[in-house]
């Protein structure tokens, strides 16, 4: 969520090579970004002045639902708060909610153009990951909302790897859960909150071009067990960070 579209359109464009096409996704201007190759990847959009909505620029990541009515209802019963839906939303259905730590994300149902989730293709995202209160506590909160834990072992797999928990779906890792967030932390990048990391083939230049382009590094670039990774945001202010993925077959099950 944007709050001047062209200038995020600029900033990303220049900084991981996406196009952009119009869609009627929503109620306000709403844009579908592409990779190299026409591959959709996110959607980028700004709320309507009209509608009197205010929404804070960020990224929210969406979690696929077949109900989101019976999700939104087993994320309030396990103490998780529902703000928005689920209501209609251009194809499907859609809720923003929060976790009982307040990290914010989205329910969504509807058709999928997942194909490339997971794959080291440079802009593409690749890998999320929650800062949370307890790791531990917030992988039982959405196992139970969403039903990994009930989708058998062969679909859904949750580990602890590398001090974190790490779900893996049809085999491939998509996501962390670490511990040690802290709510009332003044800085935003230690509160809890689920984060997008995109693949770039080299951090370090990447960082560099996005103060450039008027952003800003949060984190410097740092090596870990999964790749070098730099936490930057964008000129309005939106937190993300990037990826380059080690390769090779001794990394073959480390993926960002």
């Not at 396990?78 to 994300?105: H, I, K």
């Not at 802009?123 to 909160?141: C, I, K, M, N, Y």
């Not at 003044?186 to 103060?211: I, L, M, Q, S, T």
């Amino acid at each position: 969520m944007a709050a001047d579209l062209d200038r995020a359109h600029h900033f990303y464009g220049e900084l991981f090579g996406w196009g952009f096409r119009p869609t009627r996704q929503g109620h306000g201007r709403y844009t579908i970004a592409y990779t190299e190759g026409g591959v959709p990847t996110v959607g980028i959009g700004a709320s309507s002045p009209s509608a009197g909505v205010s929404l804070p620029v960020t990224w929210t990541t969406y979690f696929a639902a077949d109900s989101a009515d019976e999700v939104a209802s087993r994320v309030q019963e396990r103490g998780g708060t529902v703000a928005v839906g689920p209501l209609e939303f251009g194809s499907g259905r859609v809720a923003w909610a929060a976790d009982p730590d307040g990290a914010n994300f989205g329910i969504w149902e509807g058709d999928l153009t997942s194909a490339w989730w997971g794959e080291r293709r440079p802009g593409a995202p690749v890998w999320l990951e929650l800062r949370t209160r307890d790791a531990f506590e917030a992988a039982l909160f959405y196992g139970q909302a969403f039903g990994w834990d009930t989708q058998g072992r062969e679909r859904c797999d949750v580990r602890f790897e590398h001090d974190r928990v790490v779900l893996h779906i049809d085999g491939k890792a998509v996501a962390g859960l670490r511990g040690g967030a802290i709510e009332a932390a003044p800085d935003p990048n230690v509160r809890p909150r689920w984060r997008v990391y995109f693949c770039v083939k080299d951090v370090d230049e990447v960082a560099e071009r996005a103060a450039e382009l008027g952003g800003g590094v949060i984190s410097l670039p740092v090596d870990t067990p999964y790749g070098r990774i730099a936490a930057l945001r964008d000129p309005e202010g939106g937190i993300f960070s990037v990826a380059a993925v080690r390769k090779g077959p001794a990394d073959e099950d480390r993926r960002l």
